[in-house]
């Protein structure tokens, strides 16, 4: 299978750019209900909550990188995401598949983690 990209943005609105380092895994969880976008898929992180959204627009997906669209049906409801680039204001990460979060762990995460 060839390796998928995705550009993670919004950072603003959260914690900034500070969360994250290279190779860093971010939970990745679509959310259907989105009342702005129905592709929407939120990134999080352990112990912090929400950090980012994956870019759906021409205006925020970089080139080489899938949208929140593009991927939706090609993906599960959760994955996890590898962090390989920062900038200023987004995040390139590639898809990580294979490795899957236990049911019981990430019940926990949930519970702790808070959105803002």
């Not at 205006?59 to 991927?71: C, E, F, K, P, Q």
């Amino acid at each position: 299978m060839s390796k998928r990209y995705v550009t993670i943005v919004g950072l603003n609105h959260y914690f900034g750019i500070a969360p994250f380092s290279i190779g860093k895994k971010v939970k990745c969880i679509k959310e259907p209900g989105n009342p702005f976008d129905s592709e929407a898929i939120r990134v999080k992180m352990k112990g912090i909550g929400t950090v980012g959204y994956i870019g759906n627009s021409v205006h925020s997906v970089v080139t080489g990188t899938m949208s929140a669209g593009r991927l939706y049906d090609k993906i599960g409801d959760k994955f996890k995401v590898r962090v390989l680039f920062i900038c200023s204001n987004f995040v390139i990460g590639e898809i990580v598949e294979n490795e899957p979060v236990p049911p019981e762990t990430e019940e926990m995460n949930d519970e702790k983690e808070t959105d803002q």
